[in-house]
């Protein structure tokens, strides 16, 4: 019954963020121009981001100082939690020492707010008024929203026609927040009216409307567009999560053997397992430790997909980078872990991935959901779906521990509450839903669709 | 842009609750038994309540001690984070100084578990295997079911009709964490048949749901039956969130001139208040300072209804307890704010009401959904509709500051978030709100179902 809460004294919140780019032994693979197929140059990306985001998405610093506006907002939340799952060990008669790091505690109940408001901050440096993006669930529209709010911009999130019908309540959220939702495809842009002349019943996709978003930011001057992760200054604000974890676990007196996040784009794994991997690759960890990669088995990214050059969307108007992709074409099975069907993966965990750095894991949903509940029931806090794969990986690791008899300690990140997802937990308790598995074949059939490089 | 958070250690939070009863200057009126109309004794509410929790209920002891297991789970939340709301000031241009004390952070993100922890912690000391209850919103019903399934006791909740086919989603959070939800009338309880023989569409309320939880309670021994606001072990248990703020007060080198709180059952307001009026009754308080209980227009239980005798439910199961009271067969209008939907109020409330140490106000729901929708682009969090309630209590005391050019600090309860009541923003944004206001003969007609008591 001892639950037990390591915080940190807000002078702990980090003034810098960590960039693993600066500890790897080979740097990332250029970023493509999608026409010349030549290395695009900060230049390219102006149209779309502000100077100081192309800075840190091209920066090989180690660390880049967080602004005190930033920190002063970051306040409301953080340092967030870290937890030690007594009750959840004592379920499982686990040997094994489970923590979490929660960042459900944020307004949006996310880790997204973590790079919205850095983000948010930057554009209105640099004169911006207006943001567009794109949302799946709605996880980084309605934190994109809420950061919008705080500094006075104005909110554009293009939402997958899909969500935008489903989930009425995401979409009520951002627009208390003062957001405009627009459902993708739309008619407002040529990539979405394109789709929709050759699919007119199409009910859209995070590529779709991701082209959409960037379509608009490249067309108007005062407008820009706003990622919710997959980027290296994504990434990069994450990491506050794992900085923290690193002086909570010491705090703890103790040090993982396992660090487990669950991957979509990539940036809450990021958040918590880059700066713990930057202190191994310096030679400067406490001790040897892995970190596993949990992904849903509807969207296998890492586990079944390719490590090659690919578009980020569906138009095909974002530059080439080399990641793990199902191909930009690939419409994943419709998982309740909205934020996690993305084809393709951020560079950055990419890289590392494919340098053995961290292992990938894939999991049914069924499994996911029924980890959920028990996390639910034993440690009171409902997890997101997305989340529920990270919650699944830590619990397979305690029991395996537990069959060795080892006592190893097990760190993840708990990246959001599912409050607004109790539409996928009454699915679950009905008996509604169903694992996919895609056939070899039609895994190869999408991987056949990748763009030829060099 | 600079919010400011005043977070106390875990060591501060409390370690006794504190009883209001213990200063006040006349005692409270007796509780009467139903059929007798004599005053009760601990025994007759045995067959409800533990022993522990009976004793709570009549002490007349000021300091009450939090048992140890339940400050460990209260870890998990507590000490909540008190705001300065910097961002909010600014855009009302008041010189007022608002803080809200914020008690969404909890695991079914209300202050409902401040008591559900302690209500399972005593049935389970006690061998109770089953807990029955009622709840309307649902917030209550969560929050109950959290606790359950912390002590590893069943939860039994009868939820009113209209919100379990309106509210599946409150319905699946408590599924998940393993209470057994009823919609209520139901076919299971003498009270419920009755009800559904006389009136078979009967959509329920509060009254009739109590009457069902309590029935089973009275008719199973090893089955206790919780209640989630109005009595005094209730209020008692929610006195952690004033005792807290006044050291956070402190912290911040301020302290209140206003307290606002909104006013359902009671029990999240008298948890902020009842520390700050103790200290003032005791002739302690650092200075003198008003407390403002803010209810819906559409139930008006203060500021329309009667201090009078009556009882807490529908069938007339429970107790007459003196309070404020529209009439137990009152059925307030379907308003979003299901929380503050209850004919009573605490007889606690009630007496500090009557004594005049509390103003009472009322406030139609569109002017709250309006003041939410402001606190959530200037603070980032979106209130619950009760919470609403306070936010336009405290902006309406800022804005009374600004006309006068006083610069008061203004204190108030935010008691949830309401990421489980996006329905009622989408409906505000729709223009599908309406405001009622009950005509003086509807009132009066109400109250003059009222028992007649000596």
Chains 1, 2 share one sequence.
Request: with cysteine; charged share 20%; hydrophobic share 40%.
């Amino acid at each position: 019954m001892d639950s037990v809460k390591y915080l940190l004294p807000e002078s702990d919140i980090p003034s810098a963020w960590y960039n693993l780019v600066a500890d790897l032994a080979e740097p990332l693979p250029p970023v493509l121009h999608p026409g010349t197929k030549q290395p695009i140059g900060p230049d390219d990306l102006a149209p779309l981001f502000p100077e100081a985001l192309i800075e840190q998405e091209v920066s090989t610093e180690r660390w880049i100082p967080i602004p005190e506006e930033v920190r002063d907002i970051y306040r409301q939340w953080r340092p967030s939690p870290l937890f030690r799952a007594r009750r959840l060990e004592k379920a499982l008669d686990t040997p094994a020492r489970i923590y979490y790091k929660y960042e459900g505690v944020s307004p949006s109940g996310s880790h997204k707010p973590n790079t919205s408001v850095p983000q948010a901050y930057y554009n209105k440096q640099a004169g911006v008024k207006r943001l567009s993006t794109e949302t799946g669930a709605g996880q980084w529209g309605s934190s994109l929203a809420f950061a919008g709010a705080l500094f006075g911009i104005e909110v554009l999130v293009y939402m997958v026609k899909v969500s935008y019908n489903q989930k009425p309540y995401r979409r009520a959220l951002m627009e208390t927040y003062g957001a405009r939702v627009v459902a993708s495809p739309s008619e407002e842009t040529e990539a979405g009216r394109a789709i929709i002349a050759k699919h007119p019943d199409s009910t859209g996709s995070l590529g779709i409307a991701i082209s959409e978003a960037v379509e608009v930011a490249a067309k108007d001057p005062e407008t820009k567009y706003a990622l919710g992760s997959v980027l290296n200054h994504v990434l990069l604000h994450q990491t506050v999560i794992g900085l923290e974890a690193e002086k909570q676990m010491a705090m703890a007196g103790d040090y993982p053997d396992v660090i487990v996040g669950c991957t979509g784009g990539g940036s809450n794994f990021a958040g918590i397992a880059f700066p713990f991997l930057g202190r191994k690759l310096r030679g400067e960890a406490e001790k040897d430790f892995r970190i596993v990669a949990v992904e849903p088995a509807a969207c296998p990214t890492l586990t079944r997909g390719k490590y090659a050059y690919d578009f980020g969307d569906t138009a095909h108007l974002t530059p080439l980078v080399k990641m793990h992709t199902l191909g930009s074409e690939f419409v994943p099975e419709g998982i309740h872990a909205g934020g996690l069907r993305y084809h393709g993966m951020a560079p950055l965990v990419s890289a590392v991935v494919s340098r053995g750095h961290v292992d990938p894991r894939a999991y049914h949903q069924l499994a996911c959901f029924e980890a959920g509940v028990t996390f639910a029931r034993t440690e009171g806090i409902l997890p997101a779906p997305e989340a529920t794969h990270a919650v699944k990986g830590a619990i397979d690791e305690a029991l395996r521990c537990k069959e060795e008899g080892r006592s190893e300690t097990i760190l993840f990140n708990l990246c959001g509450h599912g409050h607004f997802d109790l539409q996928a937990y009454m699915d679950y308790h009905a008996g509604l839903l169903r694992d996919h598995e895609y056939s070899s074949e039609e895994v190869a059939m999408a991987l056949a669709g990748l763009p030829s490089v060099g």
